[in-house]
């Protein structure tokens, strides 16, 4: 299995305001442009200890914007050119429908009956027009299944949650717990996982 090392983007103003963004195409801040800068800084470290290229890996993100602009910079904080890698849909965020923009408190008070649902299981209910974690899975596993080599990976809060159960390392309740921090590298090699900032 070839090692992959997942960033999430940068910060928002919508994650800085708790606000569900999804498919939605928004930029990252000042600060998430440091976060995107500084996982290259710490993906930098950390390869170095390995003793391994940077150019010897692939670069993959997400299509939406602020996935790649996470990957410009740290690929910038690499010593590489902005541009050289790949984008791929199967990375994207998961599609909150009629909820992206929503804050937690909005989505309740517009359908309580599909928020309570989602809420007793939010592995498996999607929001109105949109989907769920499990929906994204088969995209998840596919694209682990295509890799050739050890790959840098940017992409989202869903695409981290559902890579670690598409890798076995998380059941989907572990995987829903927790956040997925902006800024560190999560190693994903040899079986098992390590968070590093």
Same mark, same amino acid.
């Given at each position: 299995?070839?090692?992959?090392?997942?960033?999430?983007?940068?910060?928002?103003?919508?994650?800085?305001?708790?606000?569900?963004? #999804?498919?939605?195409?928004?930029?990252?801040?000042?600060?998430?442009r440091?976060?995107?800068?500084a996982?290259?800084? *710490?993906?930098?470290r %950390?390869?170095?200890?390995d003793?391994?290229?940077?150019?010897?890996?692939?670069?993959?993100?997400?299509?939406?914007?602020? =996935?790649? /602009?996470?990957?410009?910079?740290?690929?910038?904080? %690499?010593?590489?050119?902005?541009? #050289?890698?790949?984008?791929?849909?199967?990375? !994207?965020?998961?599609?909150?429908? =009629?909820?992206?923009?929503?804050?937690?408190?909005?989505?309740?008070?517009?359908?309580?009956d /599909?928020?309570?649902?989602?809420h007793?299981?939010?592995?498996? /209910?999607?929001? %109105?027009?949109?989907?769920?974690?499990?929906? !994204?899975?088969?995209?998840?596993r596919?694209?682990?299944?295509s890799?050739?080599?050890?790959?840098? =990976?940017?992409?989202? *809060? #869903?695409?981290?949650?559902?890579?670690?159960?598409?890798?076995g390392?998380?059941?989907?309740?572990?995987? %829903?717990?927790?956040?997925?921090?902006?800024?560190?590298?999560?190693?994903?090699?040899?079986?098992?996982?390590?968070? *590093?900032?």
């Amino acid at each position: 299995m070839p090692t992959i090392y997942f960033i999430r983007h940068g910060e928002t103003d919508w994650n800085a305001t708790g606000r569900f963004q #999804g498919t939605q195409d928004i930029p990252l801040n000042a600060k998430g442009r440091g976060q995107a800068t500084a996982a290259g800084g *710490v993906l930098g470290r %950390l390869l170095e200890k390995d003793g391994i290229p940077p150019a010897s890996l692939a670069y993959v993100a997400s299509p939406l914007g602020r =996935a790649q /602009v996470t990957m410009q910079l740290l690929r910038g904080a %690499l010593g590489m050119p902005a541009e #050289g890698y790949a984008t791929d849909d199967r990375l !994207r965020e998961i599609t909150y429908g =009629a909820w992206e923009g929503f804050t937690l408190a909005q989505m309740q008070a517009s359908d309580p009956d /599909v928020y309570a649902a989602r809420h007793a299981d939010r592995w498996a /209910v999607a929001p %109105l027009r949109g989907e769920s974690y499990g929906d !994204r899975l088969p995209f998840i596993r596919d694209w682990v299944a295509s890799l050739t080599g050890d790959t840098v =990976a940017v992409g989202h *809060v #869903g695409t981290c949650r559902t890579l670690f159960v598409a890798l076995g390392l998380k059941t989907p309740a572990d995987a %829903l717990d927790g956040s997925i921090r902006q800024g560190a590298v999560y190693a994903f090699r040899d079986g098992g996982f390590d968070i *590093v900032s």
